[in-house]
């Protein structure tokens, strides 16, 4: 193939792989995946004392790569955090008192460190890792709310890593049944205390790796590592309007590499916007959370962005 005829070859291949960006009105670090996902588990949690949203787990291909949505997460048995209060599991203490913290098992994180306990409150799904070591899990991926408590022992300084997931019933999709409307975009938020002192704020850093729904690309936008989609329409224009989701590659060493510490800091949400006033898994232990100075935190956009990975140092 001659130079010239090389050039232009070249040059069609990078304009069909720029294609979708420019014909979506979308140039950055995403991965775009138009409609909904593929499902692989229908229903991942069922209440045997309640009702329970149906929390699917799917999977988005694009540009030779799988995303599983909401997240690829860890929920195995052997994980869940001890309920604080779960009416699923029949625990329903109306406050702190009534608990019996001696019961909650240890992680070793530094076996002669300090024993820390901690307090945490998801909307809707959380991991928590300390060091890069898994602690605990949320044992309720999705409804009815549910609050942990978990206990670990580490040494300061130490690293607090939280996959936070807001949960989905239409896999891919980033939306939920909600107030007569089949696609409503649903919301997240994080909130913890412990016993050292340490309590979630804007302090804390969080980035988004799964945006969705977004019906017009153009609206989100990059600068450095913050992608914000704060300027998205969180309803469709019509019915028939068209979903697309983004997506991020989430690094291996995510959970303690230091580098990760420059992503943007967490935004700080107030109970009223969160929505916690009727939850009893919340307002029982009011005085764990937000009494011991804690905020509830996510990334810009608590309703669009579905999948935040939180960071913070404790030193």
Known sequence: MGKRYQAAFLGLISIT?????????YSGSGIVVEGAAKVKTENLF??????????PVGTKEAESKEFTVPAEVNYYKQYFATDLYNQCSGVAPSSLKDVNLATVPVVDIDQEGEVVTGYIFADN????????KLVAVDPV??????????????????DIAVKAV????NSGEGTESNRGVQSHPGDGGFIASFSDGTTTSSKWHAQTFYTAPIYDLGCVKERG?????????ESPKDPGAQIYSLHWNIPENWKVDNKYLSWPFA???????????????YMNFRDQFYGSGAKFIWSKNIVLDNLVLLRYRVE
């Open 225 to 233: 590592e913050e992608r914000s989609s704060s300027d998205c329409a």
């Open 17 to 25: 792989a720029n294609a979708w960006s420019l014909e979506n009105n």
């Open 46 to 55: 069922s209440c045997a004392t309640g009702r329970s949203r149906l929390s």
């Open 125 to 132: 799904y959380f991991e928590l890792y300390i060091n890069g």
């Open 141 to 158: 991926p999705f409804t009815p709310f549910n609050s942990s408590v978990v206990k670990f022992r580490v040494n300061k300084p130490y």
């Open 267 to 281: 935004t700080e949400y107030t109970e009223r916007q969160i929505g916690v006033d009727n939850k009893n898994a």
């Open 166 to 169: 807001d949960w989905e019933e």
